[in-house]
């Protein structure tokens, strides 16, 4: 029988690789959170809306959550009108988030004590990358449950798919992915800074890096806010870095693991969030104007500036 799928979590990411999802020919259902533009879009493309999460449960084979992390992924399988009580044996959640790998292992075992395989399939890449396709997925996952979703996966992860191994192993991978790209964010906001504070303009920091073995794709959509006054050139939280690095050190606690780095990123961001890079528009780019607020330097990016 062919593959029907549920979708939820339609913000940035979400509602593009549902779009590809329904428009590749799957049968797709979704439910609104609180922005209803991305349902009635998807709806308009051809798929079905419900009103709640035991009705998608009841007419889906597998079930892609898109969320922000663990808290939300732990209640939408194990709420009481959630997945796990809802969804028939043989059925497929693939968690999409960036999530805890602990949890990831405990929620497989859970799910797999009434014939729910539990899948991870963290992303990599940006909202345009999701609406084109054109995203990677890193995929923990039994063979067979791989060989199954996999098809489902090529809809939107255009670019890359890598089966890492099992439950959590997917999460696991995103994780440090992100303490990567995140660590960079870090340096370049405070190293920015830093010239500022000398007498550096960024515009000369970046004329320097970039173009040289220090340049890379991450670098660049990272200075399209500080040189281009670009808001949403990334958009990626600064809470949801925060939140991804609290992950990290949860990792590393679980493997004994000293990681004086991860931490010394982490509190960056969480410097960041704690003096108002809370909110919804405040993205990872934006990082050097809290570590120049902190120092006495106007990082506003001049392009921006009154």
């Known amino acids: 029988m062919p593959e029907t799928i549920g979708f939820l979590g339609l913000g940035l990411m979400g509602h593009g690789m549902a779009s590809n999802i329904v428009e590749k020919g799957y049968a797709l259902t979704v439910s609104a959170h609180r922005n209803r533009a991305p349902v009635d879009d998807l709806v308009s493309r051809g798929a079905v809306e419900v009103k709640s999460v035991r009705e998608m449960a009841e007419r889906s084979s597998i079930v892609f959550l898109c969320v922000t992390g663990s808290r939300e992924v732990e209640a939408l399988i194990r709420g009481k009108d959630g997945l796990k009580a809802h969804l028939k044996p043989g059925s497929v959640i693939v968690d999409c988030s960036t999530a805890d790998p602990t949890s990831t292992v405990a929620l497989a075992e859970e799910l797999a004590a009434v014939g729910i395989a539990l899948a991870d399939a963290p992303l990599g890449g940006t909202p345009v990358q999701a609406a084109e396709g054109k995203l990677s997925a890193m995929v923990g996952a039994t063979p067979e449950i791989f060989a199954r979703i ?49 007498g550096l ?10 173009g040289s073995r220090m340049d890379c794709g991450f670098y660049q959509t990272f200075m399209g806010y500080t040189i281009e006054g670009n808001r ?24 004994k693991l000293v990681n004086p780095i991860g931490n010394a990123v982490k509190n960056s961001f969480g410097m960041a969030v704690a003096t108002g890079g809370d909110g919804a528009a405040d993205y990872v780019p934006h990082l050097p104007e809290y570590v120049g607020r902190a120092n006495g330097v106007d990082m506003t990016p001049r392009k921006l500036r009154t």
């Open 232 to 255: 949403e050139a990334h958009k990626f939280t600064l809470a949801n870095a925060f939140k991804d690095l609290t992950y990290l050190e949860s990792m590393a606690d679980a493997a």
């Open 201 to 210: 303009s960024p515009e000369i920091f970046d004329s320097v890096l970039r």
């Open 150 to 198: 996999k098809p489902v996966l090529d809809t939107w992860a255009g670019a890359k798919i890598v089966h890492l191994g099992g439950p959590g192993d997917g999460h696991k991978m995103k994780l440090l992915n992100n303490f990567v790209s995140l660590g960079y964010a870090a340096i370049y906001a405070e190293a920015m800074t830093l010239a500022t504070k000398t």
